[in-house]
């Protein structure tokens, strides 16, 4: 079965992701900025060297990446710059390692934000995801390490995945090359456009909070119209996080 | 000035937001993520079946994490990536030698004889540089070939989570983190590295523990040192055919003394100058993965490897010419290297060592892997043993480690000397690349210097105690 699909795949241009050019650490004059987020040890750093043909050292222990590592590839004429962050848990939280993905997701405004997910543990995954989510329009969901959740007897619908979250979802398992062609593919999709996200907003907010957000939301909007995020900013604002506090009193926040 | 007003408007709002919806925002808030998380895992994840494998995920976990068989699996492990590195090093380690310091180097003598080279460009370069370079190459890629993609293994396998979740206990206990263990763990690869990784320690307190303790991790640079010695001095006290298992107790002894040390210095600091609360984690332990040991053997040499080689070789090649040039230069009556071994050589010996080694280890502050070859140019100038070597401050490698111990006895070295450079070479301040890791990391001059002071004050210390115990029992 596996087989046949993979027979169709090579005839499909597609599949060796024609036109990809690993272009290691030449990051200049780049189209678009492509970040690589996720939990701890879900294989990011895998996903980077595959796409850049850089050898970011990887290791089975959450918390290898700690500085963020960048790199490049080119696809179909346009180049893209790939940043591979340290992985997080949660973006409330303050740890020096945390505090580089957060402030590059939210200041860095990447072009396509992949979220590299693992299927065996999407439940404990999605909670980055979510608020990943929260904070772009534009991102990828990187379904890794499904031949670990295959051994393990769990399967992952990626298309009712792809539907709840509003976003694409790509299956791979990065250590193996599978889904890599695929994955480039959507991302280019998503950064040119051609794929539009519609992604999931958190619902089970609390009602009080829900209503503060709201009215936050409002005059965040009213100021700054550019403002794509504004409900995650006025989340931060109620919880009285300092440095999105700085960040909008400098006029960082406001810039797009 | 409109925009800050604006900004101050919209937080003022944010504050008065935050008294309508009372306490406990940030737990109701991640609840609420939770809960949207599940709903949605669960309309798209299927699990079929049993899971078998996850059973034997905890089965294995069972055995490597219990208390009874934890710590003997962890030194058991540690042990025998030791072992093969030092019994599987020692012929490639002698090729390379043969082939780098007994064919390449006379064969460059020769070249520059004939080119017409004046003596001292050629001592310089030679005699200087390229031996320098050569010894490192020699003395550190066969060990490092062996022992990085071992190491890598276990990483890829999933193992050192497992060892943090052993030592979580005694580091809370010593008053630090619990990821330390992890840190401490990449300090065997490499210190500099082992510095860098402390940042996946939240709490400042714990992180500024985890940086000054990591050179108590014996790293790549200084096992040669350590196994060298230990084969010279104490494996040669057994019979031939223990010296090899005897050799490697005495290193793993010396790896497991810079752990004990590491949960001292934790503990002494975390109530002395760095008192505080020890802070709560999750450690996720991952899934065991199998190693994809082709790929581990190139990353772990070409990139790992290599990368560890080329730094070791930037340092030593000036190094090499620094100690051709305090040897060859005088001042008075004999070279500078002289004057300086004959000051140090009272406080050297009051401690058990010698003023070879105290210089040496003054020289070798760039690259610890380069001691050795150091301090035996050193010696053979300073016993005047012409028998040996090629002239002065020219670094040589000798065709065993019993023709090394001879010159060193020769150079007044007995048992305590080699037990107490051990020691010292365990005990002193790190590195210079490490040194500028942490301050780079700490961005505080007063931490890098407590990381770098305290360890060698430490080895003095140790060093002199071990002197003064050995004059009482071996007299």
């Known amino acids: ?256 | 000035m409109t925009d800050k007003n604006t900004a101050d408007n919209i937080i003022s709002l944010a504050s008065e937001l935050r008294w309508n919806i009372g306490e406990g925002y940030h737990d109701k808030l991640a609840e609420g993520i939770y809960a949207d998380a599940t709903a949605i895992a669960k309309n798209a994840v299927k699990k079929e079946g049993e899971k078998r494998n996850l059973r034997l995920d905890s089965a294995i976990d069972n055995i490597v994490t219990s208390r009874i068989w934890g710590f003997p699996i962890m030194f058991f492990i540690l042990a025998t990536v030791l072992w093969l590195t030092i019994i599987g090093a020692n012929a490639p380690s002698s090729m390379l030698s043969y082939l780098l310091l007994d064919t390449v180097h006379p064969f460059l003598k020769n070249i520059a004889a004939s080119a017409g080279l004046p003596w001292w460009l050629d001592g310089f370069l030679i005699d200087g540089v390229y031996l320098a370079l050569a010894w490192v190459i020699a003395v550190m890629l066969p060990p490092m070939a062996i022992f990085f993609p071992l190491f890598t293994m276990l990483e890829d396998f999933g193992y050192l989570p497992r060892v943090a979740f052993n030592l979580d206990k005694l580091f809370k206990k010593s008053g630090a983190h619990g990821k330390q263990a992890l840190t401490m763990s990449m300090g065997f690869g490499c210190n500099a590295a082992g510095v860098i990784a402390t940042r996946i320690i939240d709490s400042p307190r714990e992180r500024l523990i985890a940086i000054i303790t990591n050179n108590f991790s014996l790293c790549n640079g200084r096992w040669p040192t350590q196994i060298l010695i230990a084969a010279i001095f104490i494996g040669a006290v057994v019979p031939g055919r223990f010296s090899g298992l005897i050799s490697t107790a005495s290193v793993f002894g010396i790896a497991v003394l810079g752990i004990f040390f590491t949960f001292l210095v934790s503990w002494f600091l975390s109530r002395t100058v760095l008192k505080g609360e020890v802070s709560t984690f999750n450690l996720e332990l991952p899934p065991y993965r199998p190693p994809n040991v082709l790929k581990t053997l190139y990353t772990s040499l070409i990139d790992r490897t290599l990368i560890v080689l080329w730094r070791a070789c930037i340092f030593a090649a000036p190094a090499g010419a620094v100690i051709w040039l305090i040897s060859n230069i005088n001042i008075g009556d004999q070279s500078i290297a002289a004057w300086a071994i004959e000051y140090m050589d009272g406080f050297g010996l009051f401690i058990g060592l010698n003023g070879v080694i105290l210089l040496a280890y003054i020289v070798a502050i760039p690259a610890n892997e380069i001691i050795i070859p150091t301090i035996l140019m050193l010696t053979v100038m300073a016993t005047g043993n012409a028998a040996y070597g090629e002239g002065a401050g020219v670094m040589f490698e000798l065709d065993s480690s019993a023709e090394i111990g001879n010159i060193l006895k020769a150079g007044g070295w007995t048992l305590l000397t080699g037990i107490n450079l051990m020691l010292f070479s365990l005990l002193h301040n790190p590195c210079s690349t490490t040194i500028y890791t942490i301050y780079k990391e700490t961005g505080s001059w007063k931490w890098t210097t407590v990381a770098t002071v305290l360890p060698l004050i430490m080895g003095f210390v140790v060093c002199f105690l071990v002197a003064q115990v050995w004059g009482l029992v071996v007299g």
Not at chain 1, 131 to 144: D, F, R, S
Not at chain 1, 198 to 204: E, F, S, T, V
Request: net charge positive; glycine share 8%; with cysteine.
């Open chain 1, 1 to 256: 079965m596996s087989k046949e699909i993979n027979n169709g795949c090579e005839g499909c241009k597609h599949y060796n992701a024609d036109g990809l050019k690993k272009l290691g650490v030449d990051i200049s004059d780049t189209d678009y900025v492509v970040a690589l987020a996720g939990n701890p040890n879900t294989g990011k750093s895998t996903v980077f060297n595959a796409l850049t043909g850089l050898r970011q050292h990887t290791g089975n222990w959450p918390g290898k990446t700690v500085t963020r590592a960048e790199g490049g590839f080119s696809y179909r004429q346009k180049k893209y710059k790939l940043i591979d962050l340290p992985g997080t848990y949660s973006l409330l939280s303050t740890s020096q390692d945390e505090e580089i993905a957060r402030d590059f997701i939210l200041f860095g405004k990447p072009d396509v934000t992949v979220i590299v997910v693992d299927a065996g543990r999407l439940e404990r995954n999605l909670n980055l995801a979510l608020q990943i989510l929260e904070i772009t329009n534009k991102a990828v969901l990187c379904l890794n390490l499904i031949d670990e959740a295959k051994r393990h007897h769990i399967i992952v619908d990626d298309r009712s995945l792809a539907r709840d979250l509003g976003i694409p979802v790509v299956p791979t398992s990065a250590r193996y090359n599978e889904g890599l062609p695929e994955l480039i593919q959507t991302i280019h999709e998503v950064a040119t456009g051609k794929i539009i996200c519609k992604p999931h907003k958190i619902k089970n907010v609390p009602k009080q909070i829900n209503t503060a957000v709201e009215k936050l939301n409002k005059a965040l909007l009213q100021q700054y119209p550019n403002i794509i995020n504004g409900r995650w900013i006025a989340l931060r604002l109620l919880e009285g996080d300092k440095s999105v506090i700085e960040a909008l009193k400098s006029g960082k926040l406001a810039q797009v």
